[in-house]
């Protein structure tokens, strides 16, 4: 079974850059799809993006496209959000999750890091 221990994450201004790392032990990542959810403060926990098995293909939502990117090294067991111009409406915890379905639906992701908080001020 894989374990997944996300890191990067603290406190930015608006507009800055942070870049989650998502690390695998146990087993290699390349047998799974990875997402990225967040969950702000009293809101339920949303999808932010996804990547395939070997990073060939990338979704993410609306409301970070353009601005966050998902990358993964399976040699390095691991998997990266790049996030540039943030905003404080960014602030959550972000969580890495691991799955075999492509898909943004969190039920499908059996396999979740811990999360780890990201806070944008103004």
């Known amino acids: 079974q894989v374990q997944l221990v996300e890191s990067g994450g603290g406190l930015v201004q608006a507009g800055g850059s942070l870049r989650l790392s998502c690390a695998a032990s146990?087993?290699?990542?390349?047998?799974?799809?990875m997402g990225w959810f967040r969950q702000a403060p009293g809101k339920e926990r949303e999808f932010v993006g996804r990547?395939?098995?070997?990073?060939?293909?990338?979704v993410y939502s609306d409301s970070v496209k353009g601005r966050f990117t998902i990358s993964r090294d399976n040699a390095n067991n691991t998997v990266y959000l790049q996030m540039n111009n943030l905003k404080p409406e960014d602030t959550a915890v972000y969580y890495c999750?691991?799955?075999?379905?492509?898909?943004?639906?969190?039920?499908?992701?059996?396999?979740w890091g811990q999360g780890t908080q990201v806070t944008v001020s103004s």
């Open positions: 999750a691991a799955g075999t379905v492509w898909t943004e639906l969190e039920a499908h992701y059996f396999i």
């Open positions: 146990g087993r290699t990542l390349d047998s799974y799809s």
């Open positions: 990547i395939g098995w070997i990073g060939d293909a990338t």
